[in-house]
């Protein structure tokens, strides 16, 4: 089984609708991410928490929030989806700060298309 | 500007040639580096990273990648390369005291005919 689970794997929706992409992790860490995938310009962070009490906003955050169910659990919410945030979505953990030689483990990804 | 660069877009190469990736980062300071690969139909993993010590780094399937602070360059290397490590790969910079941010490169997609 996968460390970092994501789900769904796939979704197709219409503009305007809600979507929730759930992560889940097994590694017992802190540290949980949301990245989004584009073409030709790599991952870019959404949200991270650092634990339950603690949500961050990344660097492109609009149009997204996040819950922090539990330690286990992370949640990236589109309120209204927009055509232009077709992409595929990934989840992450990591157990240290990366200035401390913490790495990222990520999920499978949530590939969404809105049409 | 984008803080991470990978001047590859796409290459493409024959099984057993040597492959070499650029990575160069617009940080100042002190930085910790990696690489990460995405198989198709995979998630992301690291290949390697640098976070101090000796400047040239060894990481899984026979790849290394070398630190040149001086041209703020983290390039992967591999020897020779098989059909398997066809894939996308991305740099990625942890910037000074961003201990929570990694900035990836667009990616370099390598296709490696058999």
């Known amino acids: 089984d996968a460390d970092v689970t994501q789900t769904p794997r796939n979704r197709i929706t219409k503009t305007g609708k809600r979507i929730m992409l759930e992560c889940s992790q097994t590694?017992?860490?802190?540290?949980m991410y949301w990245y989004r995938q584009d073409p030709g310009l790599g991952l870019r962070l959404i949200y991270y928490s650092f634990d339950v009490k603690d949500i961050n906003k990344g660097e492109i955050s609009d149009g997204y929030s996040v819950s922090r169910q539990a330690q286990a659990k992370f949640s990236l919410s589109l309120e209204s989806a927009i055509p232009n945030q077709t992409a595929l979505y990934f989840c992450a953990t990591s157990d240290l700060a990366f200035n401390d030689g913490g790495e990222l483990f990520f999920g499978e990804g949530s590939r969404l298309t809105v049409l | 500007a984008q803080s991470v660069s990978q001047h590859n877009h796409h290459v493409i190469l024959s099984e057993a040639a040597s492959l070499e990736l650029g990575c160069n980062y617009s940080y100042g300071g002190t930085v910790n580096l990696f690489w990460y690969v995405q198989y198709p139909g995979q998630h992301l993993q690291l290949l390697l990273k640098?976070?101090?010590?000796?400047?040239l780094v060894k990481g899984i399937k026979g790849f290394e990648a070398e630190f040149i602070k001086s041209k703020f360059s983290f390039n992967l290397r591999k020897p020779s390369v098989q059909w398997s490590d066809t894939a996308e790969y991305f740099c990625a910079v942890s910037p000074p005291r961003g201990d929570y941010k990694l900035s990836f490169g667009a990616g370099t997609t390598v296709t490696v005919r058999a």
């Open positions: 590694k017992g860490h802190d540290r």
């Open positions: 640098y976070f101090s010590g000796d400047p």
